[in-house]
């Protein structure tokens, strides 16, 4: 995961507290794994940036904006931090407000689209009693002898 500013965590918890309806409403259709098994953010502190939400398994950014982006300054900042987002290996998909409300349905299957095609495999989970990498399993007394302990047993 990027590394971020822990000063960061205070303005994020308020925005998950003040979310937007088109927020709200798309978050209802993120939240819980309902996509593909895959784990969501809300106002998730990335880097310098909150950002509205994130996917770690497909590397996934997704910004619900309001009227407010489309004046000048305030595209030329989003710009700046899709580039940085995008340098730091992340892909931003950016919604408005209206499109989230209208066509919930269409923005949802466009993230569903990008889910599957980004999406970074799980690893399989361990067996119990077997290292990672080995086929063979770890018995109780071996367990510090790989790294020179001596089993008090």
Not at 16 to 21: G, I, L, S, Y
Not at 62 to 71: F, K, R
Not at 87 to 105: I, K, S, Y
Not at 110 to 138: D, T
């Amino acid at each position: 995961m990027i590394e971020y500013s822990r000063n960061l965590e205070p303005p994020s918890r308020e925005l998950r507290n003040n979310m937007t309806d088109a927020e709200r409403v798309l978050w209802s259709r993120l939240r819980g794994k309902q996509l593909l098994d895959v784990q969501f953010y809300r106002q998730k502190p990335v880097g310098p940036f909150i950002v509205d939400f994130y996917c770690h398994a497909a590397a996934l950014v997704i910004e619900v904006d309001g009227g407010q982006h489309y004046e000048t300054e305030h595209a030329r900042k989003d710009a700046e931090r899709d580039k940085c987002l995008s340098e730091a290996g992340l892909l931003v998909l950016r919604f408005d407000n209206l499109q989230v409300l209208r066509e919930t349905d269409a923005v949802v299957e466009e993230i569903l689209k990008v889910i599957q095609e980004r999406q970074i495999p799980p690893c399989p989970p361990l067996q119990s009693g077997v290292k990672a990498n080995s086929k063979s399993p770890v018995m109780k007394s071996d367990a510090g002898a790989e790294h020179g302990l001596k089993s008090p047993f």
